[in-house]
Nanobody, 123 residues
Framework: EVQLVESGGGLVQAGGSLRLFCRASGFTFSDYAMHWVRQAPGKGLEWVSA????????TYRDSVKGRFTISRDNADNTLYLQLNSLKTEDTAMYYC????????????????RGQGTQVTVSS
């Protein structure tokens, strides 16, 4: 059974930083691309970033490029998202999601997600 547990969220002032963690179990972590997605109150799910299983490919939505960094430790089954220069519009519940096998970094809303970690950015 796929299990994804996010942590690291919190309340931070605009311009601040946070590091999100996603601990994975129940599957061979290194075989799968992984995603971060988010959902703000009253809004739909929004894809944020993805990384391939072998870490050779990373992608970001335009609004977070240069501010967020996705990474993974395949030996520790952990996915990370470093959030820098946070803006109030980054406020959302952040989820990690199990992607497709290998280097396919296309996100689909049906992919398994964890329960999320809340990021709140104050002005």
């Amino acid at each position: 059974e796929v299990q994804l547990v996010e942590s690291g969220g919190g309340l931070v002032q605009a311009g601040g930083s946070l590091r999100l963690f996603c601990r994975a179990s129940g599957f061979t972590f290194s075989d799968y691309a992984m995603h971060w997605v988010r959902q703000a109150p009253g809004k739909g799910l929004e894809w944020v970033s993805a990384i391939s299983g072998d870490r050779s490919l990373t992608t970001y939505r335009d609004s977070v490029k240069g501010r967020f960094t996705i990474s993974r430790d395949n030996a520790d089954n952990t996915l990370y998202l470093q959030l820098n220069s946070l803006k109030t519009e980054d406020t959302a519940m952040y989820y990690c999601a199990q992607g497709s096998r290998g280097n396919n970094v296309v996100f689909m809303a049906t992919m398994s997600r964890g329960q999320g970690t809340q990021v709140t950015v104050s002005s």
